[in-house]
């Protein structure tokens, strides 16, 4: 049975299955200054048109595209289930394959957060300024970077919120996410995704979006349609530098066309109920194709496919969009 539910339980959605992610380098910070030196920009200039669904030839022939290359993968795994939502950014125009079919929210949560803590401070800028203390024995949520602790916040360090901020969205940091939630309060956040209208249903103790919804997140930030211009720029530049290696980024030059996204995996063994079997790897974000920036948002489930296997099966997904827009690369 479904019900529906606020943006809640934070705790258990921050999952991220450090063994199979490959990050980039821990120098990668330095190319936050490749997307803020006023060349790009990450919002739109320009009004939000009207969306109308299979009215543009190039999304329509990829909606075919996955259709058919769906159908193959679901001859070799019957329980795979795969959603893909893109729409033209600037025209309206968008498409869907199981756009509304439900997946685990798991890190695509941090967005949420991200977005309230942002609204707050276009009210008192100091907000970002706050330094907030790590303390480890403070701290009761999953470890998801402890492979990589150059990523992760560090025990008995002051941090800036603002710094927080670009750690749980840049490298899905957990303990961020957690020091974060501590100090603004859950109730507050649910109450917030409640009054923009973000609704989200909870299925075996979970809690859900689709990549319809999802990536409407994007869209408010792109069209600065909740936040200053200035707030949206740094959320949407702090996701550019995702630092997960291959996912929708895989098949193209993000010097060329830059990428502001969110990966999420989730994982069973997280969980304690017997109805949870699959593994699942999504991304949701923007694609800055020069004069033509599209939102894509794929989602992948499967109890029969590895983690890694889900996230080819993304890079593939995505890699057939950049190839359509003739801007992919091997």
């Known amino acids: 049975m479904k019900t529906y539910v606020l943006y809640s339980v934070f705790f258990c959605l921050g999952i991220t299955a450090p063994f199979i992610l490959e990050w980039a380098s821990s120098d990668h910070e330095i190319e936050r200054a490749t997307f803020s030196n006023g060349v790009i920009n990450f919002t739109n200039p320009y009004l939000e048109c009207v969306g109308e669904i299979d009215r543009d030839q190039a999304l329509m022939k990829y909606k075919k595209i996955v259709s058919s290359l769906v159908a193959v993968e679901k001859k070799k ?33 941090k967005v949420p957060v991200m977005l309230y803590i942002l609204a707050l401070s276009d009210e008192d800028q100091s907000i970002l300024d706050k330094e907030l203390l790590v303390d480890y024995k403070q701290i009761h949520i999953y470890d998801n970077l402890s492979d990589k602790p150059e990523f992760r916040v560090q025990d008995g360090r002051y941090y800036k919120i603002s710094d ?72 949407l530049m702090s996701l550019a530098d995702n630092a997960l290696v291959g996912g929708i980024k895989k098949h ?17 063994w997280r ?12 991304e949701c974000g923007i694609v800055y194709i020069p004069g033509d920036p599209h939102a894509l948002c794929i989602m992948t489930s499967s109890p029969n496919k590895q983690l890694e296997e889900l996230q080819l099966l993304v890079e593939r997904i995505s890699g057939e969009f950049f190839k359509i827009k003739d801007v992919y690369v091997e």
């Open 252 to 268: 193209v030059n993000t010097q060329q066309v830059p990428i502001a996204s969110k990966f999420a995996v989730f994982v069973p």
């Open 77 to 109: 795994d019957n329980d795979l289930r795969v959603s893909v939502y893109a729409r033209d950014l600037i025209n309206g125009p968008w498409m869907g394959y199981n756009e509304r079919d439900n997946f685990y929210t798991a890190s695509f949560s």
């Open 271 to 282: 969980n304690d109920s017997p109805l949870i079997n699959e593994n699942q790897f999504h």
């Open 164 to 235: 927080l901020l670009y750690h749980m969205v840049t490298y899905s940091d957990n303990y961020s996410l957690d020091v974060l939630v501590t100090e603004f309060g859950e109730a507050n956040i649910d109450n917030f995704m409640q009054k923009i209208g973000f609704f989200l249903e909870r299925e075996n103790g979970e809690t859900v979006t689709n990549a319809k919804l999802y990536a409407s997140l994007f869209r408010v930030l792109y069209n600065s349609s909740l936040l200053s211009r200035n707030r949206s720029e740094f959320a």
